[in-house]
């Protein structure tokens, strides 16, 4: 079962300084047409290519990556969660066929509906970018390429959910405290009784 006290507090984000975080701004892009434009050209850069190659190669699945890297940008300020998520099956398209150009055949996703499971995926996918990033630079030095996978490494951090309620990568989430419970308790009232010798057939009565 999910534990409520370990998820971003409703209004959580306007405890903070206004407009402080990159995505409470307006976004550099508005249009999904210019998302899309926009990875297709940054994706389409050979060292980002062979970088993101060795990622697939390692066992990295399409939905992962793709969602990693567009949440990358949502929290830069790029561009908003929902336009992410609306070009994300393009980027996915566009990110599958060029892996084809390497021989590799990217699976859809490994990611299970459990959030579990989603969290495991993730920290799977960070490992998996660490060791692409060090076989990277064991054959040359940073460059565009590095700086993308670890962008999407960033990315894989979050959650749509923690960028919409303002909570940063790595931020604990403030526990609400238990109200305490009222006390339900119902005193009860002793019944009213005759007083003894009071009655009329009562012993010692008048006969």
Do not use: C
């Not at 370990?6 to 550099?28: A, H, R």
């Not at 989603?118 to 040359?140: P, W, Y």
Request: proline content about 7%; hydrophobic content about 35%.
């Amino acid at each position: 079962m999910e534990n409520f006290l370990q998820v971003p507090v409703p209004g959580q984000s306007l405890t903070d300084i206004p407009k402080n975080s990159p995505w409470e701004n307006p976004s550099e892009l508005n249009a999904v047409r210019d998302v899309v434009e926009y990875y297709v050209n940054r994706i389409a850069d050979q060292d980002i290519m062979d970088d993101l190659s060795i990622v697939f190669e390692l066992g990295g699945d399409l939905k992962t990556v793709t969602e990693a890297l567009w949440l990358a940008g949502a929290m830069k300020g790029t561009h908003t969660v929902e336009a992410g998520m609306l070009a994300g099956p393009v980027i996915a398209t566009f990110i599958k066929a060029a892996m084809e150009t390497y021989g590799i055949t990217t699976p859809e996703t490994g990611v299970s509906p459990s959030d579990k499971r989603k969290a495991k995926e993730r920290k799977r996918l960070q490992k998996l970018i660490d060791a692409a990033i060090e076989e990277s630079l064991a054959e040359g030095e940073e460059d565009a390429g590095i700086e993308m996978l670890r962008a999407i490494q960033e990315g894989s951090e979050v959650t749509p959910e923690t960028v919409t309620e303002g909570s940063s990568a790595g931020e604990e989430p403030v526990p609400q405290e238990s109200a305490p419970e009222e006390s339900t308790e119902v005193m009860e009232e002793p019944m009213p009784t005759e007083s003894e010798g009071n009655g009329l057939m009562s012993r010692g009565g008048p006969v």
